[in-house]
């Protein structure tokens, strides 16, 4: 039975019995996790009690290896498809997904070149081409990649934008963003070694949009200094509040002072597919990239993250290198290679749960699910709204909603509601039934909801606001006695 371990192989009957256990321990998980606890605690103590050793000169019989990991790796990491997983984004995934990722490991594809599987670069092709139209980016030029998420799309998407509108001299572009761009577009211009004072934050209005008259007066003032402005992050969806920039105005800016217009859309653009999201989302199809994060809204297990951009000749004129060992399959400019368009050679298959996902359920039921998300967050608001204790900070917008504990009869100080809604969260989160944690919106404490789970529902909503009023009764009592 053991003869092939020297190969690192199982027999036959090995590899499916624990291939089967596998299974059978993911569908019960995706048809009980409802009951299940969605948060997980642990300090470094507690997982190096767990887990820490030498690597073991010796093997062990594979579902002993399975089980343990079941039982404590499994079970201590936090749910993110948990309907009661609120917070950050969640990651409700799908198990069409799921499948598709295990085969797509399981037969190991290497998705970097055409010549290596023709089939595979053409699903990217393929599926990019559905995102493309999806938002209105144009069909035949356009193109795009899928990375390992939004960081990396927009890592990519930023030193695209620098090749393009600056060659090799960048000592004076200068790049725009506003104070609620996600805080993974700095990491990529501090990866991509600008100076700090290339970096231009500009203040939201009161609604956390990108204030275009301070951006006006920001690219004025620049371009007096002799400075080049070069590139403007727009927020499709940001991540605190849904918000959605003034996108046409910005990109009329942009043209006219040929800057580079890049839409984050890591958090909202999916809602493109549902009649509210379209509406907010005009001006969209104006971009010069987007980033759209699949393994958030569009329901795709980690990692899958994609950049589209206006013409695929952007992303082949900045990341084409040619080392001699890849000289024999260059093929013709048609049959893609992914490497010749990102920062990866070596890549995993991604498009392929995109496209399984999308043929098995249709583009349909995404829209319904994307809808469904929608009208829940405006549900919710209702809910809180028709509360003496609960104070909407900021409207639902994209599937999230702001909210805090501030009840009509007490006149509690902007403090006190600080620590009251800051205790709730970190009472939720430690009672493990509820993933919720506050943000800052205009200096104050607020719980956030991220409601893009389509197996939430509005029960999961009221038990949680009534688990967070217990929690509010709580600490006002205590409040009163002291
Ligand atoms: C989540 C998010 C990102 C980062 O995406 P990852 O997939 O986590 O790397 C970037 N921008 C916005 C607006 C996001 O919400």
Same mark, same amino acid.
């Given at each position: 039975?053991k003869?092939?371990?020297?190969?690192? $192989?199982?027999?036959?009957? $090995?590899?499916?019995?624990y291939?089967? %256990?596998?299974?059978?321990?993911?569908?019960?998980?995706?048809?009980?996790?409802? %009951?299940?606890?969605?948060?997980?605690?642990?300090?470094?103590?507690?997982?190096?009690?767990?887990?820490?050793?030498?690597?073991p000169?010796?093997?062990?019989?594979?579902?002993?290896?399975?089980? !343990?990991?079941l039982?404590? =790796?499994?079970?201590?990491?936090?749910?993110?498809?948990?309907?009661?997983?609120?917070?950050?984004?969640?990651?409700?995934?799908?198990?069409?997904?799921?499948?598709?990722?295990?085969?797509?490991?399981?037969y190991?594809?290497?998705?970097?070149?055409? +010549?290596?599987?023709?089939?595979?670069?053409?699903?990217?092709?393929?599926?990019?081409?559905?995102?493309?139209?999806?938002?209105?980016?144009?069909?035949?030029?356009?193109?795009?990649?899928?990375?390992?998420?939004?960081?990396?799309?927009?890592?990519?998407?930023?030193?695209? +934008?620098?090749?393009?509108k600056?060659?090799?001299d960048?000592?004076?572009?200068?790049?725009?963003?506003?104070?609620?761009?996600?805080?993974?577009?700095?990491? #990529?211009?501090?990866v991509?070694?600008?100076?700090?004072?290339?970096?231009?934050?500009?203040?939201?209005?009161?609604?956390?949009?990108?204030?275009?008259?301070k951006?006006?007066? @920001?690219?004025?003032?620049?371009?007096?200094?002799?400075?080049?402005?070069? @590139?403007?992050?727009?927020?499709?969806?940001?991540?605190?509040?849904g918000?959605?920039?003034?996108?046409?105005?910005? #990109?009329?800016? @942009?043209?006219?002072?040929?800057?580079?217009?890049?839409?984050?859309?890591?958090?909202?653009? #999916?809602?493109?597919l549902?009649?509210?999201?379209?509406?907010?989302?005009?001006?969209?199809?104006?971009?010069?990239?987007?980033?759209?994060?699949?393994?958030?809204?569009?329901?795709?297990?980690? $990692?899958?993250?994609?950049?589209?951009?206006?013409?695929?000749?952007?992303?082949?004129?900045?990341?084409?290198?040619?080392?001699?060992?890849?000289?024999?399959?260059?093929?013709?400019?048609?049959?893609?290679?992914?490497?010749?368009?990102?920062?990866?050679?070596?890549?995993?298959?991604?498009?392929?749960? !995109?496209?399984?996902?999308?043929?098995?359920?249709?583009? %349909?039921? !995404?829209?319904?699910?994307? *809808?469904y998300?929608?009208?829940?967050?405006?549900?919710?608001?209702?809910?809180?709204?028709?509360?003496?204790?609960?104070?909407?900070?900021?409207?639902?917008?994209?599937?999230?909603?702001?909210?805090?504990?501030?009840?009509?009869?007490?006149?509690?100080?902007?403090?006190?509601?600080?620590?009251?809604?800051?205790?709730?969260?970190?009472?939720? =989160?430690?009672?493990?039934?509820?993933?919720?944690? *506050?943000?800052?919106?205009?200096?104050?404490? =607020?719980?956030r909801? @991220?409601?893009?789970?389509?197996?939430?529902?509005?029960?999961?909503?009221?038990?949680?606001?009534?688990?967070c009023?217990? !929690?509010? #009764?709580?600490?006002? $009592?205590?409040?009163?006695?002291?």
């Amino acid at each position: 039975m053991k003869k092939n371990r020297s190969q690192l $192989e199982l027999t036959k009957e $090995e590899m499916t019995s624990y291939g089967y %256990q596998i299974i059978d321990a993911i569908v019960e998980h995706h048809d009980t996790q409802k %009951q299940k606890l969605p948060v997980a605690l642990g300090s470094r103590e507690e997982m190096d009690s767990l887990f820490l050793e030498e690597a073991p000169e010796m093997g062990t019989e594979p579902t002993q290896v399975l089980n !343990f990991v079941l039982e404590k =790796v499994m079970t201590k990491s936090t749910l993110m498809s948990h309907p009661k997983s609120y917070s950050f984004v969640p990651g409700p995934s799908n198990y069409i997904s799921a499948m598709a990722d295990t085969l797509a490991t399981g037969y190991n594809i290497f998705s970097g070149g055409w +010549a290596a599987s023709p089939a595979a670069a053409e699903l990217e092709i393929v599926t990019i081409q559905w995102l493309l139209k999806i938002f209105g980016f144009p069909k035949k030029k356009g193109g795009g990649i899928f990375t390992s998420g939004g960081s990396m799309a927009n890592l990519t998407a930023l030193t695209t +934008a620098r090749r393009i509108k600056c060659g090799d001299d960048f000592s004076k572009a200068i790049i725009y963003l506003s104070d609620q761009a996600h805080s993974s577009n700095i990491k #990529a211009i501090r990866v991509l070694g600008f100076k700090k004072e290339q970096i231009r934050i500009i203040p939201t209005d009161s609604e956390f949009k990108f204030s275009v008259n301070k951006l006006k007066n @920001c690219i004025a003032k620049d371009r007096l200094e002799g400075l080049m402005p070069f @590139c403007l992050i727009a927020t499709s969806g940001t991540t605190n509040t849904g918000t959605v920039d003034p996108l046409s105005e910005l #990109a009329n800016i @942009c043209k006219k002072e040929d800057i580079w217009f890049h839409i984050d859309g890591a958090y909202g653009a #999916a809602a493109i597919l549902s009649k509210t999201g379209k509406s907010l989302m005009k001006g969209i199809e104006k971009a010069d990239s987007l980033t759209v994060d699949p393994h958030k809204w569009f329901y795709q297990p980690y $990692e899958m993250g994609c950049l589209l951009v206006r013409n695929h000749k952007y992303l082949s004129h900045t990341f084409t290198e040619k080392p001699e060992y890849l000289r024999d399959i260059e093929g013709n400019t048609s049959e893609i290679n992914f490497y010749d368009h990102g920062i990866q050679l070596t890549r995993r298959f991604r498009a392929l749960k !995109f496209y399984m996902s999308l043929k098995t359920f249709g583009l %349909q039921e !995404f829209r319904n699910a994307i *809808t469904y998300n929608i009208d829940l967050a405006e549900a919710t608001e209702g809910i809180l709204r028709k509360s003496k204790r609960w104070e909407v900070v900021f409207p639902a917008t994209l599937a999230v909603i702001n909210f805090r504990y501030n009840p009509i009869s007490k006149n509690y100080t902007d403090k006190e509601l600080d620590s009251i809604n800051q205790y709730i969260s970190e009472k939720v =989160v430690s009672s493990r039934k509820a993933l919720l944690v *506050t943000t800052i919106l205009h200096g104050q404490v =607020v719980l956030r909801m @991220c409601l893009i789970n389509p197996r939430t529902n509005l029960d999961d909503v009221k038990e949680t606001l009534e688990l967070c009023g217990g !929690f509010a #009764a709580e600490i006002e $009592e205590k409040l009163t006695k002291r």
